[in-house]
């Protein structure tokens, strides 16, 4: 076989990633980089980092930043670790495992928009009732809270308890399969050998799962960095006033803004998020890299 047939076995993948990953990021980059352009003239004054100033200066884009670092820091390792436990759970289970794990991964296959209207139902205040978790609160004595447009801390509680529910169903069906996948002959060893149960866990199960886990941890921290919809579904279309948008949410409000948007903001905000996802993505992979050398 000559040298350059894999090439061209892998030409239509290249071709394609070409088309739509790599010309897009680089258009994505001229457009951060053209100051004041008019996106009815296709006309701009100069080229410089004005965009990325404009941006980093917009008190928008630095409530975006906060609410999606504060959703990424609280659901992605307390879904994680949640998940991890419904994951033992679930292995320990052997009769019924099976119609649990169908249970546990419905709300994966719902609508996310579905999902957040039924979340806004059970804790928005209307003029005829508190909502179904005020009902809650009041039942055991506790007062009732605006969830929806009232206190800062309500509506991220939402969101954080929102983001963890949708998640959730996912990492359960990749751990219990990972948990599955562990040589049970090991399990059997530690037996003999009397090793306590949270002993077996920390040096067999976590050791053995832990390129799972870690997965799991830069693909939701990824996603949650990619936030939009569900906050959308819950606080409605404008979230700046809200003040729960998110950073993708900030580059979709500048890109189709009023008199055209403003594209060469949403393209500077938009290379901000993909420098921090890249940075978070290598920070964990390093990590990862470390633990498993240092096994």
Partial sequence: MKKSHPWLYLLPSLILLGIFMIYPLFDVLVYSLQEGYNSASQTYFGIGMYNFAYVLHDSYFLQAIKNTFLLVIITVPLSTGLALLLALALSSVKKVKELYQTIYFLPYVTNTLAVGLVFMIL????????????????????????FIEGPYWAKMLVMCIYTIWIVLPFKVLILTSALASVDQNLYKAAKVDGTSSLRTFTKITLPMIMPMVSYLVITGFIGAFKAYSDEVAIFGTNLNAAGMNTIVGYVIDMLYGNSGGYPSYASAAALILFAIVLTITVINLLLSTKGDEAK
């Fill in 123 to 146: 804790f928005k205040k209307t003029p005829y009732s508190d909502g179904f978790i005020n009902m809650i609160l009041q039942f055991f004595g506790g007062n009732s809270v605006d």
